[in-house]
């Protein structure tokens, strides 16, 4: 398995970089290691990670920060940051504005696994 992590800043506008961070980083490993990146793993990739650091960084006050990993199976995000409580994903709601990225990250990947670590 290949991975790299990266600190978050602690804006909301890091986003952008990290999207760019998960693009560059599965075309190094396609390029480096010859492991095939389609298309939709490229773009479900920067989807979820633009959605957990949204979250990360919305409601996390202090450090927090995002690790990719790749093996020739899957694609894995992590992202860690310092609120005291999980995120849980809310029931699906038509009507309410926001909210939803967790929901979305649910829809688009094979498994969604939210921990808190005492650490």
Same mark, same amino acid.
């Given at each position: 398995?290949?991975?790299?992590?990266?600190?978050?800043?602690?804006?909301?506008?890091?986003?952008?970089?990290?999207?760019?961070?998960? /693009?560059?980083? *599965?075309?190094?490993? /396609? /390029?480096?290691?010859?492991?095939?990146?389609? #298309?939709?793993?490229?773009?479900?990739?920067?989807?979820?990670?633009?959605?957990? @650091? &949204?979250?990360?960084? &919305?409601? $996390?006050?202090?450090?927090?920060?995002? #690790? *990719?990993?790749?093996?020739?199976?899957?694609?894995?995000?992590?992202?860690?940051?310092?609120?005291?409580?999980?995120?849980? @994903?809310? $029931?699906?709601?038509? $009507?309410?504005? =926001?909210?939803? =990225? *967790? !929901?979305?990250? #649910?829809? @688009? &990947? !094979?498994?969604?696994?939210?921990?808190?670590?005492? $650490?």
């Amino acid at each position: 398995m290949h991975g790299r992590r990266y600190p978050l800043k602690a804006d909301r506008g890091c986003i952008a970089d990290v999207r760019h961070h998960a /693009a560059a980083f *599965l075309d190094r490993v /396609a /390029a480096q290691h010859g492991l095939p990146v389609s #298309e939709r793993t490229q773009d479900l990739t920067q989807l979820v990670v633009g959605e957990l @650091v &949204t979250n990360a960084r &919305t409601y $996390a006050p202090g450090p927090a920060w995002m #690790e *990719l990993r790749v093996s020739a199976r899957a694609a894995d995000v992590v992202v860690s940051d310092s609120h005291a409580t999980a995120p849980a @994903v809310r $029931a699906a709601d038509p $009507a309410r504005i =926001g909210q939803h =990225g *967790l !929901e979305i990250v #649910e829809a @688009v &990947t !094979e498994h969604l696994l939210i921990q808190r670590d005492p $650490a």
